[in-house]
């Protein structure tokens, strides 16, 4: 019954004596699971009132993921606990001394309220690898007969994350030691306080020194796992914030504080069960609960390949499939009827907002569309790029709109600015050297290698449908020592849309540049 004396973690807030009844402990596993189900009702029911809105962090899969909804995972484990308690009580094994031994409840409280005070939830029970596992079922053996890897071997070398917020910036794990088990912990490897005094005293790490694993504090062994993930894993091209919940444990024993120290010393956030509160599923949501966190500057710096994009008759109209087109551009049809891009995605980033583009980009972009481009097409590049400098903002708003099917926003600040570029001189950083070796190994064009330094190098949010770029981009930074940190560009990528173009009379269609900028500039 001890186990689940500790009422910060109460969903209603009941301090009654009789709170932690086994009656009492139904009732709050219920309520949990009717809140985080009530978060996944609204959050359904916004998806399915603005279909082509933006999908919150949290019902977005992980990369490799079936899983619609990061949200069920949480759900799922609160109906298995709430399922085993149910059967208890019905059979009467709930209500006997004991019977309240082993539930996960606690844990399931704890990782939700940590998970209400965040911002830009991304997803719960994430494992993170900081050495990949191995591929496939089998080892490789020498003998006729094959072994399987068993499933202690597929997860080793990595950590469960309880929650991911603010964007994959912030981990939480959470941790329901007892102040009993861990002075236990203490007592088998002779670790009186005496002694812990004398070794804090004298800088030891007599909690995490020694090569065998076992000899471990398991506190010790999960906070040095969280920082070995963290170290392998960069967000924005940073580590992750680790944060480490102890809803049990509090700073009133010499002996806890030690470990408490040691773990902060670490580099980790640690919460007591003193620091944590209830807050209302209302006030997370107004405080920023499912909102991504804005990064992107007051211009910014559009690449060619979105340029293509925004002109784009896939984009602006009802556009079907033609026999010349390749496999990508019918890929794009069938993307755009399920979501339209412009106002779903591009719209909502762009208005607002002063555009640019480097002067290489325009004219790369010019040279495609003089080749490729439709009528309709051509007539939104002049609008996009400013050709007539007697129209002004309305006028151009008005014709734009005239040329889509789609509402177009009356802050979308058209004509874009073409920035001209002046060579600088060859003194780069070395990150900027890594990168640019990076780009060019990965073959990305002057245009696009133009564009990715120019928003870094002025600290512009660049836009981009270059998924190679980006990725060869993020390798370099990913290849940094652990521990070492750069600010890198700030990158938004978007899903590409060529050109629907025109049949051609002559030439093979796999030759045509729209299709080549697109992937490759």
């Not at 009941?14 to 009492?24: K, Q």
């Not at 920082?227 to 806890?256: F, G």
């Not at 340029?307 to 087109?325: G, M, Q, R």
């Not at 001209?420 to 001189?425: F, M």
């Amino acid at each position: 019954m001890d186990r689940l004396a500790f009422s910060e973690l109460s969903l209603d807030h009941d301090t009654t004596d009789g709170r932690h009844s086994p009656s009492s402990i139904l009732k709050r596993a219920r309520a949990l699971q009717a809140e985080i189900h009530s978060l996944h009702d609204y959050v359904k029911c916004s998806k399915e009132q603005a279909p082509t809105q933006e999908t919150p962090g949290i019902l977005a899969a992980p990369h490799g993921s079936r899983s619609p909804h990061q949200l069920l995972s949480l759900l799922n484990q609160t109906r298995a606990e709430l399922s085993t308690l149910e059967s208890r009580a019905d059979s009467g094994k709930l209500f006997e001394p004991g019977g309240l031994s082993g539930t996960n409840l606690p844990y399931l409280e704890t990782v939700w309220l940590a998970a209400k005070r965040c911002k830009g939830l991304v997803g719960f029970s994430r494992r993170v690898y900081w050495i990949l596992p191995p591929k496939g079922r089998y080892k490789e053996t020498a003998g006729p007969y094959k072994e399987a890897y068993t499933s202690k071997e597929k997860i080793a070398n990595s950590v469960l994350i309880d929650v991911i917020a603010e964007d994959g910036t912030k981990w939480i794990k959470v941790s329901t030691i007892t102040p009993k088990k861990l002075m236990y912990e203490m007592a088998e490897r002779g670790l009186g306080t005496e002694d812990l005094l004398e070794m804090q005293n004298e800088n030891m790490n007599f909690l995490d020194a020694g090569e065998d694993e076992d000899d471990k504090l398991s506190i010790i062994r999960v906070a040095e796992d969280l920082m070995k993930a963290a170290h392998a894993t960069r967000v924005n091209y940073k580590h992750p914030r680790v944060q480490l919940v102890l809803p049990r444990l509090a700073s009133d024993s010499r002996e806890i504080d030690v470990v408490l120290k040691r773990i902060r010393e670490m580099g980790i956030e640690v919460d007591c069960g003193t620091e944590i509160q209830n807050i209302p599923l209302s006030t997370s949501l107004e405080t920023g609960l499912l909102q991504k966190q804005a990064r992107s500057s007051e211009t910014l710096n559009i690449d060619c390949t979105v340029l293509l994009a925004l002109v784009s008759d896939i984009s602006h109209t009802k556009c079907l499939n033609e026999p010349w087109f390749n496999q990508e551009t019918q890929r794009q049809v069938e993307g755009e009827d399920q979501q339209n891009m412009l106002p779903s995605l591009l719209y909502p980033v762009l208005q607002g907002h002063s555009l640019i583009t480097t002067s290489t980009a325009a004219a790369r972009m010019r040279e495609i569309v003089e080749v490729v481009a439709t009528q309709s097409e051509k007539e939104r590049t002049s609008i996009l790029l400013g050709d007539d400098p007697k129209q002004d903002f309305q006028q151009r708003i008005h014709e734009w709109r005239g040329l889509s099917c789609h509402e177009v926003p009356q802050a979308l600040r058209l004509p874009l600015k073409i920035m001209e570029l002046v060579e600088p001189e060859p003194n780069f950083s070395p990150m900027a050297n890594a990168v640019m070796e990076k780009l060019i190994r990965a073959r990305s064009s002057r245009v696009t290698i133009s564009a990715l330094m120019y928003g870094w190098a002025s600290g512009q949010t660049t836009l981009t449908s270059n998924a190679v770029a980006v990725k060869a981009l993020n390798k370099a930074f990913d290849e940094q020592p652990a521990g070492q940190e750069n600010d890198g560009p700030d990158i938004w990528l978007c899903p590409p849309r060529s050109l629907a173009g025109k049949e051609k009379d002559k030439g093979p269609v796999h030759l045509r540049p729209r299709i080549i900028d697109v992937q490759g500039d």
